[in-house]
Each structure stands twice: as C-alpha cells, then as structure tokens.
C-alpha cells in the first residue's frame, strides 16, 4: 500500500515554497513521512534477510546456502541438542563470560569514577594508554598469556579465564564508563556531600543512578566481546569439558561445512540466545533501547 | 584501611591533601591490578618478542634480531598490501559506512512512526549482538555465489556476481557494516535527542532546507558525539578479526587479509611468533594515529 | 569518610587475589607414574568422532589389560592450524605438556627442531613389529639432523587419478585407463572436452583457498615427478631448498595448460574456498567431472555414512596412478601424508604412553583403525590383510601406491613455502602471470621465507 501511495503524494510537493500555506506545507510533511516510513521498512526488510536465512535453515531439512521454503524439521535442532556440543559449553560460557562481564563492569565503574571526577596529572596519560592498547589484536599476546598461565598454575583453570577475559576487556570498558560518567552533573554531588555523604555513597546512590544507560551499554558490549571470543578460552584451557561455547562454534562456523547448514544455522541461533536474551532484559531497564548515553559525546 | 582513613584527618593539611589524593585514587586498584597482572606483563613481552626470531615451532632457540622483523615488514608486498586493505576496511566500512549510515538511520527514525521506529532498531540491534562469528557466517551465506543477495539480484533482473571472488573486500566491508550499524545509530539517537529543538525551529523559519538543517546546526551541536564515536568505530574495525577469518580466512590470494589476519596467519599457520607480533605492534600504532587525530580534532574545538 | 569506598575496593581485589589463588589450586595435574594424557585432534565436523570412537574401546582394553593404569584422553576440537598451535605451546612446558600426542607426519620435523619430541630409538630397538612398518613411512619419521625417529604412523594416504568410466565410455576412450605420461592425461582431457561437452575434464587443485591442497594433491604430484623426483623440491643431500628448476616450470606449465585451455573448473570455481567439497560431493557423484587429481580417502565422501551416499561410485570410478612427467622412474608418483604418534620431550610418563602406543599400532588394532577411518595402511602386514583390503574396493589400489610414494619435507620453512608454491598456481590460473614470471616470483618469496643460502639452484 504505503509503496503504491508515496510517490504520488511526493509529486504534490511544490518545487519551491517560499511561503508555505498552512496546506501544502501539512501534504509535504505527510509525504516525507511516509516516504522516511518506507524507506525504513524496505531498509529493515533488506537487513533482515540473512537473520531470516538463518531462521528458514534452521528448520530445513535439506538447506543450502539459497533462500528456500523449508520442508520443516525438527531434526536439525535434535542434533545438536546434547550435552558435549550444547548445553556444557553453553554453561561454561555462561559462568566465564558472565563472571567475567561482572567484574569487569564493577572494576571499571570504581576506576570510572576518580578518572571523571579527580584531576590529576596522571588522569590524561593513563586513559590514553588503555584507549591505544584496545587496538591491539588480543590474539597476539596470547603466547605470553600461556607462559605466564603455567608459571603461575592458573593454566586450565575457568576462574583464571575469567580473569583475564575481565581484564583484556578492562581498557575499553573503563574507558567508555568514565565518559558515560562524565555526563553525569556534578550539582547533585556536591548536594549530597554537603550532607555528609560519602564518596562510595555518593557513587552507589547519585551517580550510578543517572548513569544506568551507560553501565548497560558497558555491560552488553562487554558480554557480546567475551561471548564471542575464541582464542582465549581456545589457548588458555585444555580440557574439553572447559570449554565454552565460542570455541566449538568458530570451528564449526568457519570450515563451512558444506553439508550440515541446517545444523550449524540451529547452533548459531541456540548460542546467540543468551547474548539476545541479555540485550532484552537490560534494554527493558533503559525503556525502549535509546539512552545509549548522551553522554557519549567525549 | 581504617587506620588511614582515620590518620588523614589528624594530618596536616599538605599531608592530608597529599594522602587524600592517593585515596581518592584507591578505586583504581582493581582495574589497575587487574591490567598490569594480565595485560601490561604480556604486552610488554610482546614487544620482546617483536624483536626476536622466535617461532612456536621448527627452530629451538631464540635470538634477539633488532629491528630486522619491522624492515621485513615494510618491504613484504603482502604486509603492505594488508595495510593498504586495513585502510580501506577502516575508512570505507567504519568512518564511511557505519558512520554514515548510523546518523542517517538516527535522523531518520526521529521522523518515522513509532511502530517503524522500533522495527527498524530491533532489526538493526540484532545485527550487533549477535556474535561476530555468526555474524560471519550468515554474511558467507548472503554473499555465496548461490546465497540470498545473489537470489534478490536475480528476482529483481540485475547482474549476479560471485561477490566473495570479486569483490571481496567491498563484501566484508558491507558485513561490517551490517553487523556494527547498530553502535553508531544508538550513538547518534541519543545525541540528536540533546539537540534543542527551538534551534531545528529557528532554522526550519528561516528557510533552510532539511540537508542545511543537518549540515548546519545539528551536526555542529553533535560534533562531539561525531568524533568520539569514530574514534570508538575505527579502533573497534581495526581488530575485527572473527568477522573477516569466518566469511573469507583473508582470501581469495590476500584480497581480504587485513593486518590482523595478517599478524595471525604469520603468526599461527606460518609460526612466526616474532615477526606476527611485530606486525600486532604496527596495528597498535596505527590505532594510535587514528585515535591522536581524532583526540586533536575534539581539542581543536576545546580551545 | 572514605572507609567504605576503601573497603568495597579492597573486597574487589581481595575477590580477584581470592579467585587466582583458588582457580590455581583446582588445575595441577596429577602426574602419577600410572596416568598418561593423551592428545588428538577431534575433526571440525561434528558427527566425525571416528577417531574417539576408536580410541576410548582401545583406552579401556588397555586399562584392563595394565591394571591400575589410566589413560586421559584429551580431544583438542579445533582447525588443524590451530590444533597445532595448542599442542606445541603444551608441549613448551613440563606442566601442561601431554605424555602421547597425535602429530601429522608433516609437522614431526619442526616440533624435533623446537625440542619438543624425544627420539624413539630406545624402544623401537626392542621392538620387532616396527619391521612390519612401510620403508616410506618409516623414513618420514626420522630427522634429518640427527637421523633419530620420532614418532610411529598410524595411517596414510596417497595420491593418483580417479577417472569416471561412463564418460571415459562417451568420449571414447579404452578402460582400464592408466597413462604413460603427463601428456596422455592432457590427451585424454582434450578428448572428453571435445566429445562431452558440458562436463569438466580434469580437476587439479590450484591456488590459495584450497591450501595444502593446492600444494600437494596438485603441485607436488606434479613436481615429484619431474626427473629430480624427491629432490625436486628440497635436496635432502645438501639440505636446501631448491629453486629456478625446469622441473618447477615444467609443473608450473601443467597448471597452466589444464587452466588456460579450459581442461579444468572454471578459475572462479577453482580458486573458491568450496572448490574441494564441490568436487567431493558434487561434481563427481553428478558425473560432471571426467578426471580428478585427488587423494585416497574420496570414498569417504561416497560410503553410506559420508556427506554425499553414493553407492554407484564402485561401478562408476576408476583408479589410475599419476604418471611422471615422462614416464621415466617406476612410471609413477604419490604423496603421502598421515599423522603418527610421538612422544613429547617433556612427557612425565614415557615409559606408559610407548606401553600405549605399542598397543594402538598392533596389527590387530592398526588394520581395525585403517579400516574404520578409511585410510591407507602403512604396516605391510596389514595391508595384505583381507578384511582391510575389503573394508573399501580402493584400498588395495592406492596401498600399492606406498612403496613409491613420496612424503613432504617435514620442515618448519614449508608451510611457508607451500604458500608461495599456492601463490604462483594461482597466478598462472587467473593467466595473471606466465609461467616465468610466476616461477622466478616463487624464487624469490623461497629465498626471502628461508634465507638465499638455504636456497640451491635446480637443474634448468
């Protein structure tokens, strides 16, 4: 319908309005209305596809890589629906990448804080150091991750991962949280101190209050980062009833494996869940999913 | 801990002021602990290694060789090349892509009905929280030579390619954009919504058109937002790796291989544990340079 | 004021000091006298668990036959690039390195050159049935440096050419086919292109994406049989690898002609990353591909339990071994890889895991494991075995090729130059450069990967 309309309404739009008649002006408002509507809708629709690609695989029996009507199954996810390919690697990374998340966000909301609201002439050189080092390839000091991993007994050890997931993901979170923070006016602060308040008091009931958007975006960026790394976990566990999910998926996911479409589309939406899922809830908390923190502007 | 606490008030005024300094930076601890344990000690062997022959395998010790990794490097046509597609991965997916298409999206969903609004953003978050691999892999599927885009370009009667041969890097490109939008479009919604109205108004009166609008008043009151989050965008591209490895492993040749995949093929598969990190040092300067023009351009508008 | 600030602080990093000491405790391994750790690679496909399958009835067999005895598998699921990345950084410390470890025979070399093997003379000495073990085979396992062994196959694999009869039938052409001369196979894949139109004539592996594939069921067998044979790529006297041969260009020509003559897939379909699961279950079940340059365990792709069912395969395929180049030497080539068990330098429990690994490669129990995992045997008793010759129609061919296959040069610089061989296969398919061109480029990518001095010049 909108398609078929718009194009005739936008003709009606007078090439020059000087001085708009309460008229045309409410047509020309209406037509570019509904050809913004459109052209988001066609936009989303294309965005859409290879999210729908993956939903149509999953439940087809003989998938491919083109779009097809499925002959629905169950099948493809029945077989992956196990306790080695599924449910403990999830669980796995459930506990590392949550455990992980959480720490880092807490570690990063108390570095926050004296990093916005101190000065101090190690404030500037210590942030730039942690914005430069997130250009570096975690990939590349793994190696030295493993030696020192064994030289300190940590090798194969999940709250060891955890840690360091937590702190490879430190620099960017610090870094984005001490921003959010520095949205946050200090007026109400220095109200509260008057008062008698307490630095921590002052953090845990003024500030982080005001800033909840900013700790969300923190928290789902650190989960997606630590969800979907490899290697780490990869190199720094050996046992395989440690491994997380990511692992088994990369593997999987990049051989491209050319007879099991159906089963790798079933495990990408079964482990894009928690992610999903983490992203619904906490965007609950933000009404609507579009407080990614004015304070965003550096 | 109480001890301290309690000493600082007892204390003379240049010692407590010096003392409360260091308190105030107590918070810091774990963060800071947290990254010399695991980050700084690594990093800085890292740069050891940068300067060494060291292989994981195929040779038994490890000489320390200057800066022979560095000048290899500059004259390997294959690291060069993977500089140049670092660039243009960086400038055309992030700076352009994400970028552009981020603020048009914000703008646009200001204007559009709440039901399309919402739509549009799920459509696109969803992109974003998806793990890269899968990222990867669902964008193999819509590039492959038999996949979705192919099918779309056949039923609307336009030439197919074999995107992934032909046009590989503009494919990856476009990936990342699919994926990464998102960042950049939440960015600019909510620093459009700090934009005064009775300014758009003012403007809107006084006759300039909706790209003036843009151009003219709210980009300069979002400029801020603009650079920090290319600054975000660009160090974020710079280290994609998962997305590039899933959909092409750097190929077909090396038209896709950029510095990180680079740094891990010479790395891993060739084993060259020293030279791969060189090439990991080299990615971190180059995120340096974006970063130190983009903090330049924020402080240009500071003074 | 600030005590409460100071102690949610000081419980953050009292939780992670906490969390590093206790996860530390929870790790140390048990290096019992009577416990072995052994590592293999669990294959990316999901449903292929052949190999511990095989394994975990052999781990129990064993346990009960040594009691007291535990053997800890440890499944490594990874790409074989990165399989290997974790094995080595494993065996690089006494702490985390395995006792028995699972190594493709081409990487053998490189770990000896780290240290992270030990020699396995010792126990071979006394050991009668290493006698049984295929002279090729055998030679890939010692190291040039010192002449020691270093591990015991378990399989192989070979090369030739599979040929489909029906179309060889169509175009006209006398089966059992088996040419005399890279020149007879470029005759017959003229053949089919004139007779039988719409097929593809002859598939050789070419370029980057399909990797080792590129460089070894289709260079190398190319190569090595060129009159220098298996000092074509690396002289094994001089130990240097060798470059500007007319044997290079001569491969590099071959290549060429299939491409530029149209005898082979499209170049876009030879160079994508799909190009082996193509030809595997689409090509050749689909009788759209008359000659393939291709490996031993094809029939994986055909048996009931493969990614394509297609039991018309015994009926419909031939075998014919490669030709060299002019029919000189035995008149044939193979390459040959495999994967073998070592044991690490580092390995707390030599003693059991060679107990282990004397059990694995027992007649019995290696003709069950060539059996099940469709590959070329290496001991010779086993390939006369009955029920390993009849577990697939094309063991007894292609195990008749072992004697005169070939292996690749174990060393560290290979892969390296595997990729500058990929590099210049490519650019003589795209036509992107001649054939001297690309053969003096691959020159100088060999002298800058392992050093000019480490490099010889080849007979032009």
């Given at each position: ?7 005739r309404?936008v ?54 890589f ?32 949550g ?12 570095a ?7 000065r ?54 610090i870094?984005l ?27 845990w ?37 440690k ?6 998926v ?9 007879t ?29 999913g579009f ?6 502007k550096? | 801990?109480?001890?301290t ?5 007892t ?26 344990i ?14 060494t ?21 500059f004259?390997?046509a ?13 400038v ?33 978050i ?28 056949r039923?609307?009667h336009l ?6 041969y ?28 700090d ?24 980009l ?29 492993r750097?190929g077909?040749?090396?038209k ?5 995949v ?18 990991a040092?080299?990615?971190l300067?180059?995120?340096?340079l ?14 | 004021?600030r ?14 000091v906490?969390?590093a ?5 929870g ?15 669990q ?35 990874a790409?074989?690039?990165?399989y290997y ?11 985390t ?5 699972y ?12 240290g ?10 006394s ?37 489909n ?49 590129s460089s ?46 149209g005898?082979?897939?499209?170049p ?22 008359a ?26 395929m ?57 590959t ?8 006369a ?30 892969t ?8 210049a ?17 691959f ?14 010049q080849?007979?032009?």
């Amino acid at each position: 319908m909108a398609v078929t309309d718009s194009p005739r309404t936008v003709r009606v739009r007078p090439a020059v309005a000087r001085r708009p008649v309460i008229g045309t002006r409410h047509t020309r408002a209406t037509a570019s209305r509904v050809a913004v509507n459109v052209s988001l809708l066609a936009f989303s629709a294309l965005y859409l596809v290879p999210l729908l690609w993956m939903l149509l695989v999953s439940v087809n029996a003989h998938g491919s890589f083109r779009l097809s009507v499925p002959s629905p199954t169950g099948e493809n996810f029945r077989n992956i629906l196990n306790s080695d390919t599924t449910y403990r690697p999830m669980l796995n990374g459930l506990l590392m990448c949550g455990g992980g998340t959480m720490l880092c966000v807490v570690c990063s909301v108390l570095a926050a804080y004296p990093l916005s609201r101190f000065r101090s002439r190690l404030r500037r050189p210590f942030l730039y150091t942690i914005l430069f080092s997130t250009g570096l390839p975690i990939t590349a000091v793994m190696i030295p991750v493993y030696s020192m991993f064994v030289q300190v007994n940590l090798i194969d050890s999940m709250p060891g991962t955890t840690l360091f997931l937590a702190a490879a993901a430190l620099p960017f979170g610090i870094w984005l949280m001490k921003n959010f923070m520095d949205g946050v006016p200090l007026v109400l602060e220095e109200a509260a101190r008057i008062d008698g308040a307490n630095a921590m008091q002052v953090l845990w009931r003024i500030v982080l209050p005001l800033m909840w958007p900013g700790v969300i975006v923190v928290t789902i960026f650190t989960f997606i980062g630590m969800w979907g790394n490899f290697f780490v976990p990869f190199i720094l566990l050996l046992s395989p009833e440690k491994l997380p999910a990511s692992v088994g998926v990369f593997t999987f996911l990049s051989a491209h494996d050319q007879t099991q479409y159906g089963q790798l589309a079933a495990f990408s939406i079964i482990y894009s869940i928690p992610v999903v899922m983490l992203y619904l809830v906490l965007a609950r908390r933000l009404g609507g999913g579009f407080a990614l923190g004015g304070a965003l502007k550096g | 801990m109480t001890v301290t606490a309690a000493a600082a008030p007892t204390a003379g005024p240049r010692r407590g002021r010096a003392v409360g300094g260091l308190l105030r930076g107590v918070p810091l601890l774990p963060a800071v602990v947290l990254l010399v344990i695991f980050l700084a000690g690594p990093i800085a062997y890292c740069v050891y290694y940068a300067f060494t022959d060291m292989q994981l395998t195929g040779a038994s010790g490890t000489h320390f060789v200057g800066f022979d990794n560095f000048t290899r490097a500059f004259r390997d046509a294959d690291f060069v090349n993977a500089v140049e597609l670092t660039l243009v991965f960086v400038v055309g997916s992030a700076v352009i892509g994400q970028n552009t298409l981020g603020l048009a999206l914000a703008v646009l969903m200001e204007k559009a009905a709440k039901p399309v609004r919402s739509i549009t953003s799920t459509v696109v978050i969803a992109a974003w929280v998806l793990p890269e691999v899968v990222a990867g892999y669902l964008m193999y599927a819509f590039f492959f030579r038999q996949g979705s885009l192919n099918a779309i370009l056949r039923g609307l009667h336009l030439p197919q390619q074999n995107w992934l041969y032909t046009l590989p890097i503009l494919a990856v490109c476009i990936a990342n954009v699919w994926r990464g939008t998102a960042f950049s479009m939440l960015v600019y919604s909510a620093a459009l919504n700090d934009v005064p109205q009775e300014l758009v108004e003012a403007a809107e009166v006084d006759g300039a058109g909706p790209w003036q609008r843009l151009w003219r008043v709210t980009l300069p009151v979002i400029r801020r937002s603009v650079m920090t989050n290319l600054m975000l965008i660009t160090l974020q591209t710079l280290s994609v790796f998962g997305l590039i490895y899933t959909m092409t492993r750097g190929g077909p040749g090396n038209k896709t291989e950029t510095l990180p995949v680079f740094m891990y093929q010479q790395a891993f598969t060739s084993s060259l544990i020293g030279y791969g990190t060189a090439v990991a040092l080299v990615l971190l300067v180059v995120g340096a340079l974006f970063s130190v023009v983009y903090i330049r351009l924020l402080k240009i508008e500071e003074d | 004021m600030r005590t409460r600030l100071l102690a949610a602080t000081a419980v953050a990093a009292a939780t992670t000091v906490c969390a590093a000491t206790l996860s530390g405790c929870g790790s140390g391994s048990g290096g019992s006298a009577k416990t072995i750790k052994v590592v293999y690679q669990q294959q990316l496909n999901n449903n292929n668990h052949v190999q511990a399958g095989f394994l975990e009835p052999m781990v129990q067999q064993f346990e009960k036959a040594n009691p007291g005895t535990t053997v800890k598998l440890v499944p490594v699921t990874a790409s074989e690039n990165d399989y290997y990345t974790k094995i080595q950084l494993m065996m690089r410390s006494p702490a985390t390195a395995p006792d028995l470890v699972y190594e493709d025979t081409a990487t053998i070399n490189s770990d000896v050159a780290s240290g992270y093997l030990q020699p396995l003379d010792g126990y071979l000495k006394s050991w009668q049935e290493w006698s049984a073990f295929a002279a090729p085979a055998k030679a890939a396992m010692k190291y040039a440096g010192d002449g020691k062994t270093y591990g015991v196959p378990d399989d192989t694999d070979t090369r030739g050419l599979w040929y489909n009869k029906q179309l060889f039938a169509q175009a006209g052409i006398a089966v059992p086919w088996q040419p005399k001369t890279w020149a007879d196979v470029l005759t017959a894949a003229r053949t089919v292109k004139a007779k039988v139109p719409g097929v593809t004539p002859l598939n050789v592996y070419t370029g980057v994406a399909a990797g080792e594939a590129s460089s070894m069921q289709g260079f190398e067998m190319l190569l090595y049989g060129t009159p220098a044979a298996n000092d074509s790529l690396y002289d094994g006297k001089q130990r240097k690898w060798v470059v500007g041969s007319k044997g290079f260009r001569d491969a590099l020509d071959f290549v060429h002609t299939v491409y530029g003559e149209g005898l082979g897939p499209s170049p876009q379909d030879a160079l994508g990353a799909n190009i082996q699961a193509a030809v595997g279950t689409e090509m050749i079940p689909q009788g759209k591909l008359a000659i393939d340059l291709d490996g031993s365990w094809m029939p994986n792709n055909w048996i009931r339990t493969g990614p394509k069912p297609w039991p018309q395969w015994e009926t419909t395929m031939g075998m014919a071994a490669m030709p060299s180049q002019n029919g000189q030497g035995s008149g044939k080539v193979s390459m040959s890889g495999g994967w073998a068990w070592s044991i690490p330098a580092k390995a707390k429990n030599a003693d059991l895991a060679w107990k282990f690994t004397r059990f694995l490669e027992s007649k019995a129990n290696s003709a069950q494991w060539n059996s099940v995992n469709a590959t070329i045997a290496v001991r010779t008793d086993v390939a006369a075995d009955p029920t390993y010759l009849k577990a697939l129609p094309s063991n007894a061919f292609f195990t008749a090729l072992v004697p005169a296959t070939y292996y690749r040069p174990g060393l560290p610089a290979y892969t390296q130059v595997s990729s500058a061989i990929q590099k210049a296969m490519e650019s003589v398919t795209t036509g992107q450069s001649s054939v001297d061109k690309a053969a003096s480029t691959f020159d100088d990518d060999v002298k800058t990967a392992v050093g000019a001095d480490n490099t010889v010049q080849g007979a032009r």
